[in-house]
């Protein structure tokens, strides 16, 4: 018998979002559907404006669409209330933001202790769990610096260390590297790699094609709706020899590779192809 396909990590189906201002209404998600499964690397890219912080929101569980249905591990978001809400995507979800959001006086210990903190695990406990996150992104001897005494690469190594301590299912990345010389950039797309292949699902909301070349699919969004949804082969760290290929239309062929994503693609009103 055929293995029964996986639950999605994210169902999203037909999306909307409507903006009103005043007597003006913004529909910034006309329609979105969209599925990711565990251990997916998705890059969402588009204009400025074309709706992709506003998904973003909505994946993250910071925000309610206006319409249609958006699950996370088949839980229904729009049927929980708030504490529940906040429970999930604090269960599944860890955030990272392109200007890291770390908090100035604290030592890259207590800030990436703090997520432990509200999930309500015991002191001696949550150290330890910290540490760990603090050296699987490289700064375990760094554990008692402040964001002053870190690098930009740093900072954002302790906020990556903050999204993946309480082990969540999901690690999303607004702009990850936009504040970022090309290097330290380049540092932190490595660091999501070795992420990802240990099972971390990654989405990370970019428009700097470096970033999206990096994963292996790419959402690409204009005027509120998802117009392609391609596989690619990742291109790889500049070290590296490059890869030919690096953005594969949803059209072409796509190479052989077992561990490729099982790919949805969406049409435009929706529907998945
Ligand atoms: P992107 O992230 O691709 O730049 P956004 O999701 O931020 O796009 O915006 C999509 C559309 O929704 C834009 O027209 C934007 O002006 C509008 N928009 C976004 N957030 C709000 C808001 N809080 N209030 C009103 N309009 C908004």
């Given at each position: 018998?055929p293995?029964?396909?996986?639950?999605?990590l994210?169902?999203?189906?037909d999306l909307?979002?409507?903006?009103?201002?005043g007597t003006?209404e913004?529909?910034?998600?006309?329609?979105?559907?969209?599925?990711?499964?565990?251990?997916?690397?998705?890059?969402?890219?588009?204009?400025?404006?074309?709706?992709?912080?506003?998904?973003?929101?909505?994946?993250?569980?910071?925000?309610?669409?206006?319409?249609?249905?958006?699950?996370?591990?088949?839980?229904?978001?729009?049927?929980?209330g708030?504490?529940a809400l906040?429970?999930?995507r604090?269960?599944?979800?860890?955030?990272?933001?392109?200007?890291?959001?770390?908090?100035?006086?604290?030592t890259a210990?207590r800030?990436?202790?703090?997520?432990?903190?509200?999930a309500?695990i015991?002191?001696?406990?949550?150290?330890q769990m910290?540490?760990?996150a603090?050296?699987?992104?490289?700064?375990?001897?760094?554990?008692?610096h402040?964001p002053?005494?870190?690098?930009?690469g740093?900072?954002q190594?302790?906020?990556?260390?903050?999204?993946?301590?309480?082990?969540?299912?999901?690690?999303?990345?607004?702009?990850?590297?936009?504040?970022?010389?090309?290097?330290?950039?380049?540092?932190?797309?490595t660091?999501?790699?070795?992420?990802?292949?240990?099972?971390?699902?990654?989405?990370v909301?970019t428009?700097?094609?470096?970033v999206?070349?990096?994963?292996?699919?790419?959402?690409?969004m204009?005027?509120?709706?998802i117009?392609?949804?391609?596989?690619?082969?990742?291109?790889?760290?500049?070290?590296?020899?490059?890869?030919?290929?690096?953005v594969?239309?949803?059209?072409?062929p796509?190479?052989?590779t077992?561990?490729r994503p099982?790919?949805?693609?969406e049409?435009?009103?929706?529907?998945?192809?």
């Amino acid at each position: 018998m055929p293995d029964a396909p996986s639950q999605p990590l994210i169902e999203i189906i037909d999306l909307t979002k409507v903006y009103t201002m005043g007597t003006v209404e913004v529909h910034a998600l006309r329609g979105v559907s969209l599925t990711i499964q565990p251990g997916e690397y998705v890059a969402i890219v588009g204009a400025s404006g074309s709706g992709k912080s506003t998904l973003m929101n909505m994946i993250g569980l910071l925000d309610q669409p206006t319409g249609g249905i958006y699950r996370v591990r088949g839980t229904e978001s729009q049927k929980l209330g708030k504490k529940a809400l906040a429970d999930l995507r604090n269960r599944e979800i860890g955030f990272v933001f392109q200007r890291f959001n770390l908090l100035a006086r604290a030592t890259a210990m207590r800030q990436v202790e703090l997520p432990l903190f509200y999930a309500g695990i015991s002191a001696g406990k949550s150290k330890q769990m910290a540490k760990d996150a603090l050296t699987k992104v490289g700064l375990g001897e760094r554990t008692h610096h402040r964001p002053e005494e870190l690098s930009g690469g740093q900072q954002q190594r302790v906020a990556i260390a903050r999204a993946i301590v309480n082990q969540p299912s999901l690690l999303l990345a607004d702009e990850p590297t936009g504040a970022l010389d090309t290097h330290t950039g380049e540092e932190i797309l490595t660091l999501f790699e070795n992420l990802h292949s240990q099972g971390l699902t990654l989405v990370v909301v970019t428009h700097d094609p470096d970033v999206a070349g990096r994963a292996h699919r790419v959402i690409t969004m204009r005027d509120g709706l998802i117009v392609e949804d391609a596989a690619q082969i990742p291109s790889q760290a500049a070290a590296s020899p490059p890869i030919p290929v690096s953005v594969a239309s949803a059209s072409q062929p796509l190479a052989p590779t077992a561990a490729r994503p099982q790919i949805v693609l969406e049409t435009l009103d929706g529907a998945a192809a």
